[in-house]
Nanobody
Framework: QVQLVESGGGSVQAGGSLRLSCVASGSTYSSRYMAWFRQAPGKEREGVAA?????????YYADSVKGRFTISRDNARKTVYLLLNSLKPEDTAMYSCAAGNGYYWYLPKYYNYWGQGTQVTVSS
């Protein structure tokens, strides 16, 4: 069983930055990818970024966040980070991390484990 706990969310003004963390406990041996998703009220869950756990150079981003967000991982600490720069009001959402095979990294159905989420609110 894997448990994921996110932290680092908060309220910032447009243009600001946040760093989200996701700590995994339990065995993650069956998970090849970890990803961040977000969901705003009334919208579908959206894949934001993913990282291949065996090669940190293999990262994936939604077009809407490319160049602004950076995903990284520390396998020794079982932690995945998401650095959010140049935040926009449209980035406001609940951000959740997930672990799984990530066959299509942006599709929630390929992830077996989910955290509870951390809220990011960006004001204009």
């Amino acid at each position: 069983q894997v448990q994921l706990v996110e932290s680092g969310g908060g309220s910032v003004q447009a243009g600001g930055s946040l760093r989200l963390s996701c700590v995994a406990s339990g065995s993650t041996y069956s998970s090849r990818y970890m990803a961040w998703f977000r969901q705003a009220p009334g919208k579908e869950r959206e894949g934001v970024a993913a990282v291949y756990l065996e090669n940190a150079d293999r990262t994936y981003y939604a077009d809407s966040v490319k160049g602004r967000f950076t995903i990284s991982r520390d396998n020794a600490r079982k932690t995945v980070y998401l650095l959010l720069n140049s935040l926009k009001p449209e980035d406001t959402a609940m951000y959740s991390c997930a672990a799984g095979n990530g066959y299509y990294w942006y599709l929630p159905k390929y992830y077996n484990y989910w955290g509870q989420g951390t809220q990011v609110t960006v004001s204009s």
